[in-house]
């Protein structure tokens, strides 16, 4: 990315604020797993409901994660692409494991969470990159 007179501070800013959203996600992505392992192992619904809310609350952090790492990337004219996590928790999948609750269904949604940790894991790394690199452009 081309640093050079452009609006680092904005961009900055909106970096900051995409891993202030990734870590929340990452959070939430970590009580979901939680959550799934004790499901697996014998949940009610109960458990299902506390799993479901916490993959949710995850895809709502990272949605807004995703709309400030554009922001900072359209203040570069950037083609540089990051891709955010999509992690979509609702879906066929989660319909199942919530109506059906059987172990395949839980292994399966546990999965699909375990994937949207690593690929916030990358997404992290990559904006810290950027993040030192702005802040080196800037003092």
């Not at 458990?47 to 570069?76: G, H, T, V």
């Not at 375990?114 to 003092?139: D, G, H």
Request: charged share 25%; aromatic share 8%.
């Amino acid at each position: 990315m081309d640093f050079e007179g452009k609006d680092l501070k904005s961009a900055l800013d909106n970096c900051e604020k995409a891993l202030f959203y990734l870590h929340s996600a990452m959070n939430e992505l970590n009580r979901a797993y939680g959550w799934g392992v004790a499901d697996i192992l014998g949940g009610a619904l109960f458990i299902s409901l506390a799993k479901r809310k916490k993959m949710e609350n995850a895809d709502k952090d990272l949605l807004l994660a995703k709309n400030n790492i554009n922001r900072m990337l359209r203040i570069f004219n950037s083609d540089t692409s990051i891709t955010a996590v999509d992690f979509m928790p609702g879906g066929f999948l989660s319909t199942t494991d919530f109506l059906f609750d059987n172990i395949v269904s839980d292994i399966l949604v546990q999965e699909k969470i375990r994937n949207a940790r690593a690929s916030v894991n990358e997404t992290i790394a990559k904006l810290e990159s950027i993040r030192e690199k702005l802040i080196a452009a800037l003092y």
